[in-house]
Nanobody
Framework: VQLQASGGGLVETGGSLRLSCAASGSSVRTYAMYWFSQAPGKEREFIAGINWSGTNTEYADSVKGRFTLSRDVAKVTVYLEMNNLKPEDSAVYYC?????????????????WGRGTLVTVSS
């Protein structure tokens, strides 16, 4: 399984970005996919997750109402729409996958990781 994340960049407070994660490999079409973030000096933390069909999502409290995770099943790609960005959202964002969707997932539950993409929100 390979995960390719893209879409990070520099944005002002209140701005928006869309991150993408394209997955490839055996059986990955049925995998649950997630986003985690890691700020300098901090632990990698859960941001959002989605099941394989896109019908079930979960978000960290810190991003509820601002971020939306969606999935293109045909393209095996997930999109994290990030709105009303704040300086505290600045971090490296990582795409991850596991065979099944599990509520309350943490980084140790993930089976596969992509390279991160940097999001910087200026104040």
């Amino acid at each position: 399984v390979q995960l390719q994340a893209s879409g990070g960049g520099l944005v002002e407070t209140g701005g928006s970005l869309r991150l993408s994660c394209a997955a490839s490999g055996s059986s990955v079409r049925t995998y649950a996919m997630y986003w985690f973030s890691q700020a300098p000096g901090k632990e990698r933390e859960f941001i959002a997750g989605i099941n394989w069909s896109g019908t079930n999502t979960e978000y960290a409290d810190s991003v509820k109402g601002r971020f939306t995770l969606s999935r293109d099943v045909a393209k095996v790609t997930v999109y994290l729409e990030m709105n009303n960005l704040k300086p505290e959202d600045s971090a490296v964002y990582y795409c991850a996958a596991r065979p099944t969707f599990r509520s309350g997932s943490v980084k140790d539950d993930m089976h596969h990781w992509g390279r991160g993409t940097l999001v910087t929100v200026s104040s």
